[in-house]
T-cell receptor, first 113, second 113 residues
Framework: GENVEQHPSTLSVQEGDSAVIKCTYS??????FPWYKQELGKRPQLIID?????GEKKDQRIAVTLNKTAKHFSLHITETQPEDSAVYFC????????????FGTGTRLQVTL | NAGVTQTPKFRVLKTGQSMTLQCTQD?????MYWYRQDPGMGLKLIYY???????DKGEVPNGYNVSRSTTEDFPLRLELAAPSQTSVYFC????????????FGDGTRLSIL
């Protein structure tokens, strides 16, 4: 089955700096890669996703890049703000498998003033 | 729309007791999923369903059962609760079709003593 690795496990940045979180996946058939943000005690919330026919997607301060050859994808957050502090999870999905998501182990992002 | 609703929000059980975690969605989503999230970890898939009357095992199904008699409801049952099942349980749903995002409920925090 699919395996997703996520790095780093913790990340501390100063407000206004950029943050980058990286994930690698094992199954080259995976074609859908969402990113979820989870605040303490809350539900995971989708912040951005990308499909395998696209190399990059942006939404305001958030962007995701995908390298299918290397089987890795990354989340980029620019101009970080204290409210960006949370745990971020990447995931991957293989088509034809009921779109089951395999999640990474999460990155705890702390944005300091 | 209320989205995905989970009840109860919190529960404490004794080892050997049974209980049902309720999940209902009002978005007419065919696909529904149950995950567990252990402290500091990612989400692991327990069971999933692609429509009423159809269920299948995920990555960690042992000790759990599900049913899907209607499109809206997807209850998760623990027959003989064990301390290893202490976790936060999330239910999610999505529309049919590749690349559709999963929408999560608020979770049930379950402690088994």
């Amino acid at each position: 089955g699919e395996n997703v690795e996520q790095h780093p496990s913790t990340l501390s940045v100063q407000e206004g700096d950029s943050a980058v979180i990286k994930c690698t996946y094992s199954d080259s058939a995976s074609n859908y890669f969402p990113w979820y943000k989870q605040e303490l005690g809350k539900r995971p919330q989708l912040i951005i996703d990308i499909r395998s026919n696209v190399g990059e997607k942006k939404d305001q301060r958030i962007a995701v890049t995908l390298n299918k050859t290397a089987k890795h994808f990354s989340l980029h957050i620019t101009e970080t703000q204290p409210e960006d502090s949370a745990v971020y999870f990447c995931a991957a999905s293989i088509p034809g498998t009921a779109s089951k998501l395999t999640f990474g182990t999460g990155t705890r992002l702390q944005v300091t003033l | 729309n209320a989205g995905v609703t989970q009840t109860p929000k919190f529960r404490v059980l004794k080892t050997g007791q049974s209980m049902t975690l309720q999940c209902t969605q009002d978005m007419n989503h065919n696909y529904m999923y149950w995950y567990r999230q252990d402290p500091g970890m990612g989400l692991k898939l327990i069971y999933y369903s692609v429509g009423a009357g159809i269920t299948d095992k995920g990555e960690v199904p042992n000790g759990y059962n599900v049913s899907r008699s209607t499109t809206e409801d997807f209850p998760l049952r623990l027959e003989l609760a064990a301390p290893s099942q202490t976790s936060v349980y999330f239910c999610a749903s999505r529309l049919t079709g590749e690349g559709q995002p999963q929408h999560f409920g608020d979770g049930t925090r379950l402690s088994i003593l």
